[in-house]
Nanobody, 114 residues
Framework: QVHLVESGGGLVQPGGSLRLSCAAS????????MGWYRQAPGKERELVAT???????NYVDSVKGRFTISRDNAKNTVYLQMNSLKPEDTAVYYC????????WGQGTQVTVSS
């Protein structure tokens, strides 16, 4: 059984930074794309950033230049460094891993507020 364990969310002031981590544990093989999605209250879940096994990265336009996604293949872990955070970044952030099957984390709350 595969588990995705997320950490790093919290409350931060506008302009601040947070780093999210997501570690996949269990019998997971052939991990391809890893990524982060978010869902704000009253809105649909949206893609934030993805990174392939080869290191190709993709970002939603609203976070380009502020967020950086990275991964450690040996640890099956994906990270999201979030800088210059804005109130509109407030959402529940979900880790996503695509291997033979697709897996989702339980979500971690990020709140940007003064």
């Amino acid at each position: 059984q595969v588990h995705l364990v997320e950490s790093g969310g919290g409350l931060v002031q506008p302009g601040g930074s947070l780093r999210l981590s997501c570690a996949a544990s269990g019998s997971i093989f052939s991990v391809n794309t890893m990524g982060w999605y978010r869902q704000a209250p009253g809105k649909e879940r949206e893609l934030v950033a993805t990174i392939t096994s080869g290191g190709r990265k993709n970002y939603v336009d609203s976070v380009k230049g502020r967020f950086t996604i990275s991964r450690d293949n040996a640890k099956n872990t994906v990270y999201l460094q979030m800088n210059s955070l804005k109130p509109e970044d407030t959402a529940v952030y979900y880790c996503n891993v695509v291997a033979i099957y697709e897996y989702w984390g339980q979500g971690t709350q990020v709140t940007v507020s003064s």
